[in-house]
């Protein structure tokens, strides 16, 4: 048996001894596989860390808890670090964690861009909301919550179209390529 099959056996093992089920295990081997060839030591830590914070390891977001904190120290200072810069406290910033994982899995660069949208180019956000709402967000979803909900303001759904085409017409979204600045329906 190759070295990373007792790895991978081990790091199983430890995820059920820790309470998660089976199906959550299969979800981890099918999309983030290389989480189960992390060191067993550095697993138990991250476990340990995650069950400290109070996710419940039957519940998916354990899981996308603990991929998002097998990251190294100096992506999760960093994109603690974007959130500050957002005016947001570091606890905050946990409460946005406990709630939705996935916000400390998406790279500085997609929620400085997506942030930066919002605020001050679409001039949408006056007070705080979720980051989640906002980087989860479909097109549809998106026009929903933020543009046609607003009757009395028709312009705002205008402002959305000018900008969009604009962002259209120089071929960039929020990576820099060719597409829209949300993510597809």
Not at 41 to 70: C, H, T, W, Y
Not at 113 to 133: A, D, H, Q, R
Not at 160 to 173: F, N, P, T, V, W
Request: some cysteine.
């Amino acid at each position: 048996m190759c070295y990373h099959s007792v790895i991978t056996f081990r790091n199983i093992e430890i995820l059920r001894q820790n309470g998660v089920p089976d199906s959550k295990i299969v979800w981890v081997c099918t999309y983030y596989p290389r989480l189960l060839e992390a060191k067993p030591d550095r697993l138990n830590e991250v476990l340990e860390d995650v069950k400290k914070i109070g996710f419940n390891p039957s519940k998916f977001q354990f899981v996308i808890a603990i991929q998002a904190l097998m990251a190294s120290k100096s992506t999760w200072k960093r994109r603690m670090e974007v959130y500050r810069k957002w005016g947001w406290s570091e606890e905050e910033t946990m409460l946005a964690f406990t709630k939705h994982p996935w916000c400390m899995m998406i790279s500085e660069k997609k929620i400085m861009v997506v942030l930066n949208f919002y605020v001050n180019t679409m001039g949408l956000i006056k007070e705080p909301i979720s980051i989640w709402t906002l980087l989860d967000s479909t097109e549809s979803l998106f026009l929903k919550k933020f543009v046609t909900c607003y009757e009395e303001a028709p312009q705002l759904l205008k402002l959305y179209q000018e900008k969009l085409d604009l962002s259209k017409l120089h071929g960039r979204d929020y990576d820099g390529k060719s597409g829209s600045y949300l993510l597809p329906n």
